[in-house]
């Protein structure tokens, strides 16, 4: 049976709720000249790739489908998740079912970061070539998980979660009578999510019939709506992870792993995460741990899931078992403040650089030599320790 998020899913422009400036205000309008960019863009027919990057349940997949479906294009669904190159292949080598002159075929690639290196390799000839335009949804930065080429092919376009007055329009298209209580309760468990909002209204009718606060609590036990990716248990359980690290705890580590793995978190997310450790907390005390970590995050890069797990898995017991300094990072933290509250302090002459004749004349560079033991810091800083003795 097809979803209710499904059913009242929007067809056109004017039915979507949300994101206004990207859809907002069509040309014939009071707001004139102020138009969203997918909005002219369909208005003048304008074909071309695009990544939609923003949080679940927004209307990533609606605008894509509204965006193709406007623009007459022959739209292919894919899920990076479980797609690969054969799949892309059967696209490209597809009939058109009208004629070629009216119409290019469209990639809408789903989860766009999970499609390691060598899968955005292989796509991109057919996107540079315009054999394929390629729409991508993500809910990661793109800037670190899409290859710079392809990229820089595509206009990115930023996604906000719903404000609550969306959605409230949006529960109410469902059709199914809640009690305000209720709808408010909703409004802010969702956290902007439509998605989830719908599915749990209309799990909640299926299981108990009458909608209550009560019975919207109750249908709320799914094990991955609870480690909602951008909700509380979502960072409560980061948090565990690397805090159990930090403690050499390498058994709750472990099974904090366990648990974002098993809830579908993006496994470079995880391994992000052991980099920055590796750096921030193992540091100066073992300087292999951060190659470790860098060594585990293109494994799963390669690899993907569910083997990957494993990758991640040997490097998170590895990260554990190392001794910690955090010397490295509260130096730096600490020079951070000092820029922020001295600003650009002037650099010493001796240590400027000397290109010129002119900065010659002006003694930059004047004094200078190797392996000196005058400190090089701004006069004002002379003196300052940032990276302490062990």
């Not at 009071?30 to 997918?38: E, I, T, Y």
């Not at 190159?85 to 004629?99: A, H, Q, T, Y």
């Amino acid at each position: 049976m097809e979803p209710l998020a499904s059913k009242i899913r929007p067809q056109t422009l004017d039915e979507f709720v949300g994101q206004e400036h990207l859809v907002g205000s069509s040309s014939h309008k009071a707001m004139k000249g102020k138009a969203g960019p997918l909005r002219v863009a369909i208005e003048r027919q304008h074909l071309f790739s695009f990544i939609l990057w923003g949080p679940p349940g927004v209307g990533k997949t609606t605008l894509a489908r509204i965006y193709a479906r406007a623009l007459g294009a022959d739209m292919h669904e894919l899920s990076a998740v479980s797609a690969g190159k054969e799949d892309i292949k059967k696209i490209l080598n597809s009939p058109l079912g009208r004629p070629v002159s009216k119409l290019r075929k469209v990639l809408f690639l789903d989860e766009i970061h999970r499609f390691n290196k060598a899968q955005q390799d292989y796509l991109l000839p057919t996107v540079e070539s315009g054999e394929l335009t390629l729409i991508g949804a993500t809910t990661e930065n793109p800037s670190f998980e899409v290859i710079a080429p392809l990229l820089s092919r595509c206009r990115v376009f930023v996604l906000e979660a719903l404000k609550d007055a969306e959605m409230t329009l949006i529960i109410g298209r469902t059709k199914i009578k809640i009690p305000k209580v209720a709808q408010d309760w909703l409004v802010a468990m969702a956290g902007g999510d439509a998605r989830q909002a719908i599915t749990i209204l209309e799990n909640a009718q299926k299981l108990y019939g009458v909608i209550t606060l009560e019975s919207l609590k109750d249908t709320l036990q799914s094990k991955h709506l609870r480690y909602d990716k951008k909700g509380e248990e979502h960072y409560n359980v980061i948090s565990a992870f690397i805090k159990s690290m930090r403690a050499g705890q390498a058994d709750a580590a472990l099974y904090y792993l366990a648990r974002m793995v098993d809830a579908g978190e993006d496994p470079k997310f995880i391994a992000r995460r052991m980099v920055i450790f590796a750096s921030e907390d193992i540091g100066l005390a073992n300087p292999t741990a951060l190659v470790v970590a860098n060594d585990v995050f293109r494994a799963v890069e390669t690899i993907g899931y569910p083997e990957c797990a494993i990758n991640l898995a040997h490097g998170v017991a590895y990260l554990c078992g190392q001794k910690k300094d955090r010397r490295a990072y509260n130096a730096f933290m600490t020079a951070i403040e000092d820029v922020k509250q001295h600003g650009n302090l002037p650099v010493p002459l001796k240590i400027r650089n000397a290109p010129t004749k002119l900065t010659k004349e002006l003694e930059y560079g004047k004094g200078y030599e190797k392996y000196d033991t005058e400190s090089y810091l701004p006069e004002k800083l002379k003196g300052k320790k940032y990276l302490r003795e062990q």
